[in-house]
């Protein structure tokens, strides 16, 4: 195992991680950030399986969110409100589209510095994130004391574990929004297997929110209990998937060990991804069209696979209410074979 850190800029650092396999990861302490993934190929060359931007100097000129740590809360809360028990409403600044918080608003935790440690030894190395988020910033209330863990190991799964706590009753949703093209860059995720162990999953209104109940994946594009090629599913008529431009949707999984598998198109490569969480939201990478930081992507250049509690229209958003004396903790791991 090998760990190196690089200075790029005053603050700001780049981590590489290698095990044994020469399976090799590269972290920024800008937003806790994975920038890279890169596997050997059949020639030993090493390729890069995730999106990401040309150089680290990059990531903070223009919020796209690759392979960020993303909180306090991912996703969009509605109206921007939030009502703690029977106490007021909390209400967040509105950043898309004037009409939801999205991403934990303006300056979110995948914007901030974080400071650092990093641990290694024969089997596994590590680099440990740490950030205490001010009360107010971003208008969530208390202190949130927040570790984000990355870890590389030798049997090629990358580990990812979120720990945070909070002085004051606050939200925390935190995942990480990387996105996997394990066809190499400037490809397309279309003709890749996608396997996620889900029944369910929710509809979305046409501001990116669920609405009505859960709906059962059975005789409909959105089943993925077997493998199947992802651009079936975003190609296709549904109504879902033409108003969002593609799969932008929370799964709601079955439990399965195995929460998610991912297949490049020629199945050399293999991603096997599990959880903590109760759901992912799969995110197709819909809105890309070579511009700006990002002109090297693509629509459907690749497939983001958020671990996370699903997004809700209650307003009590209560499955990711953190309380002074709770400890927030989720993993999520990414095993690949190549």
């Given amino acids: 195992m090998k760990l190196t850190q690089q200075k790029y800029d005053e603050d700001k650092f780049e981590f590489t991680l290698q095990n044994d396999n020469n399976m090799t990861v590269k972290l920024l302490n800008y937003g806790a950030t994975l920038e890279k993934i890169l596997l050997p ?6 390729e890069n399986i995730i999106l990401s931007l040309e150089k680290p100097s990059d990531y903070d000129k223009e919020r796209n969110y690759l392979g960020g740590s993303v909180g306090r809360v991912i996703g969009r809360i509605k109206d921007g409100l939030w009502q703690e028990s029977n106490k007021k409403v909390n209400r967040f600044v509105l950043n ?26 024969d089997d596994s190395c590590s680099v440990i994130f740490h950030l205490i988020d001010p009360n107010g910033h971003n208008n969530y209330p208390g202190n949130l004391d927040l570790t ?55 509809p979305l209104d ?53 929460a998610a598998e991912l297949k490049s198109s020629d199945k050399t490569k293999c991603l096997k991804m599990t959880t903590t969480n109760p759901s992912i939201v799969a995110y197709t990478g819909n809105h890309f069209n070579h511009t700006n930081f990002t002109k090297n992507i693509g629509k459907y250049g690749g497939i983001a696979l958020e671990a996370q509690y699903p997004p809700t229209n209650d307003i009590r958003l209560l499955d990711i209410v953190l309380t002074p004396d709770e400890q927030y903790y989720a993993k999520t791991t990414w095993n690949f074979t190549f």
């Fill in 206 to 258: 046409k501001d990116h929110l669920p609405f009505g109940k859960e709906n059962s994946v059975e005789n409909s594009v959105f089943d993925f209990k077997k493998f199947a090629q992802i651009g079936a599913t975003i190609n296709s008529n549904d109504p879902q998937i033409k108003q969002e431009g593609g799969l932008n949707h929370p799964f709601i999984l079955n439990g399965d060990p195995i």
């Fill in 41 to 46: 190929n059949s020639k030993g060359k090493l």
């Fill in 148 to 202: 984000i863990t990355y870890t590389l190991d030798n049997t090629d799964t990358l580990a990812y574990e979120v720990s945070a706590s909070s002085d004051q009753t606050t939200l925390c949703n935190i995942a990480n929004h990387v996105y996997f093209a394990l066809d190499g860059p400037n490809t397309s995720i279309e003709s890749n297997q996608l396997k996620i162990n889900a029944d369910n999953f929710l």
């Fill in 96 to 121: 898309e589209n004037n009409k939801t918080h999205s991403h934990g608003g303006y300056e979110g935790i995948d914007t901030q510095i974080f400071s650092f440690q990093t641990q290694s030894n």
